[in-house]
């Protein structure tokens, strides 16, 4: 709207001009010399605006030949670039698709007619490494890292180069120029905290860590945590070194962190060497409801020193109640009151505990199982039969971190480098593909565990050779005993039934009174003769014997002969046992 009016009032204007030059009277008179012209004033501006649109339109004519040359110039370089950056467009499309030709086609057209420009390098590169050209792409980086818009992306592409080669300390090195030159580098400042940490560098890794948090990288709750983990290794790794240190550390650690499991579990080590209970349990506490954990329990079974068995199994007990049943986390609470049960012998406690998972056991259940049928009634079919489960069953949860499985814990992940990536969880490969997936056992555990176990025994040493009466009457059978073992005193025999002497054994065979073992349901039957010192060796038949007229005299009369000592022990089974007193 203010254009128009703009415009109006200029045509207003020069209307008005022109018309007040026509109104003007009288004439122009030029004179140069003997050259004498006469005109009038309307006629003279005319004849002046006809002059200066000559001029101008000479000087335009005159100006684009001049120009000319430079704005042809400009054209081709323009096409040229047009041209390249549309063959940068399709050879990065290219390798996106992994078109390993096209890409090398596009690349060179692009190095061509866009030698300079920085997306052609990169093209240039990643075409190269398409290809498996590393010698290329490195040589093609470090004329990127050389300039000056390009030196992060050259850099960031020489230390790819440089993981590619397995060249850790190149990889470093160039992470941190890249520091170096840009602070706020996220790839630069995670390769190197993780490469310090690989180290045991915790103090440079802190370091890292505070540049990362005033750069902008990461706030202040993801800071706090990871610092807490950071502090929480230094402290594992100077537990036996340096323990002041580490009881420091890990105490800044369990502030800052108060859910991180390996923190939470050692500082309440330290506070249980200190006499602090109460506190040391409030850690455990704390870590627990957030993450139950094997280990948390274990540090509160033993977090108070010279405790029972049996009261280390009522603060399991109690650690594992402030679990509820429909979460996540019940089943570590049960494995621990299953674990503190058997140690304190309550086995019908740890078979409770452990009833809702031995249909479809983990290894953990597996294993607890077969420790608890070898504790408490030394069955080792059993036990064998709950182990090979075991190498069968599913995972427990563990360390696990980009699919890593650890035995512990780690502040980094040892594939990716990625700081407190551990996690308490079933590994990936573990999980079952459907919900009614079960290890079937095979025929010896269905065998094993269907058998009843064995009733133990416990013998009674019978020091005295002498014999009961024969009327002595017979305890009930032990199959029918459940009551637990007793030794009992053998009775004595009646003056009714005197015992006969048992003869006066050669000089040459002494006779030692042996103490014989025998069970509850031995105790009314006649008890054993004296086994003599020295046994009778048969003569076998391919034995050649001493000699060829026999033994000596002497030796026949220490030992009888062979058909007397077969004789001997031709009783049959029931003299057979009654020898040996089963």
């Not at 249909?359 to 408490?376: F, G, I, K, S, Y």
């Amino acid at each position: 709207m203010l254009r128009i009016v703009l415009f109006l009032v200029l045509i207003a204007l020069a209307a008005a001009g022109a018309a007040w030059v026509a109104d003007q009277p009288g004439e122009l008179v030029l004179t140069a010399g003997g050259f004498r012209a006469t005109t009038t004033l309307p006629r003279f501006v005319f004849l002046l605006g006809l002059f200066a649109a000559a001029v101008v339109l000479v000087w335009s004519l005159v100006t684009m030949i001049w120009r000319a040359p430079g704005r042809l110039r400009r054209r081709r370089h323009d096409k040229r670039h047009a041209r390249g950056r549309h063959a940068i467009t399709h050879g990065l499309l290219a390798i996106g698709h992994g078109d390993t030709a096209l890409a090398r086609r596009h690349a060179d057209t692009a190095r061509r007619l866009a030698a300079n420009d920085p997306l052609a390098l990169l093209l240039h590169a990643q075409s190269a490494q398409l290809e498996g050209n590393r010698d290329e792409a490195q040589r093609v980086f470090r004329a990127m890292a050389e300039r000056e818009d390009t030196r992060l992306l050259g850099l960031r592409g020489l230390f790819i180069e440089a993981q590619r080669a397995d060249d850790a300390v190149g990889a470093v090195m160039i992470a941190e120029e890249a520091i170096k030159q840009s602070p706020s580098s996220t790839w630069a400042s995670h390769a190197v905290l993780g490469f310090r940490c690989a180290r045991g560098d915790w103090s440079g890794a802190l370091a890292i860590l505070d540049s990362n948090l005033s750069s902008g990288l990461i706030d202040r709750q993801a800071y706090r945590r990871q610092r807490g983990v950071l502090l929480a290794a230094r402290a594992l790794e100077l537990e036996t070194m340096d323990r002041d240190v580490a009881r420091e550390s890990v105490m800044e650690a369990v502030k800052l962190a108060p859910t991180l499991v390996p923190a939470a579990v050692l500082a309440a080590k330290f506070e249980s060497e200190a006499h602090q209970v109460r506190r040391a349990m409030k850690l455990v506490e704390a870590a627990w409801l957030a993450n139950p954990h094997p280990d948390l329990a274990d540090a509160y079974a033993h977090v108070k020193l010279g405790d029972s068995a049996r009261q280390r199994l009522q603060r399991v007990e109690t650690l594992a109640a402030k679990v509820p049943a429909d979460r996540a986390g019940h089943v570590e609470g049960q494995l621990a009151i299953a674990r503190a049960a058997i140690d304190a012998s309550e086995f019908a406690r740890a078979r409770a505990v452990l009833a809702p998972y031995v249909n479809d056991p983990t290894q953990r259940v597996a294993l607890l199982m077969a420790e608890l049928e070898r504790t408490e009634h030394g069955d080792s079919g059993r036990a064998r039969a709950w182990t090979l489960r075991a190498v069968r069953a599913r995972h427990d949860p563990a360390w696990t971190a980009d699919g890593y499985v650890s035995d512990r814990w780690r502040p980094v992940s040892p594939v990716t480098g990625r700081l407190d990536a551990f996690q308490w969880q079933t590994p990936v490969a573990s999980l079952p593909s459907g919900k009614g997936d079960m290890i079937e056992s095979s025929a010896f555990e269905e065998a094993m565990l269907a058998a009843p176990p064995p009733k133990r025994v416990t013998a009674v040493p019978i020091e005295s050779p002498a014999e009961p009466p024969a009327t002595a009457p017979d305890p009930a059978p032990a199959a029918q005993d459940n009551s637990p073992p007793v030794a009992e005193e053998e009775p004595a025999a009646t003056p009714a039934e005197p015992v006969q002497p048992a003869p006066e054994p050669a000089e040459s065979s002494p006779v030692v009174a042996t103490p014989v073992f025998r069970t509850r349901a031995d105790l009314g039957k006649p008890s054993p003769a004296p086994i003599p010192a020295v046994i009778p060796i048969i003569r076998a038949p391919d034995d050649p014997g001493i000699d060829d007229e026999g033994p000596s005299d002497e030796f026949t009369e220490q030992i009888g002969t062979p058909r007397d000592a077969a004789k001997a022990q031709a009783g049959g089974w029931r003299g057979f046992w009654s020898r040996w007193g089963a």
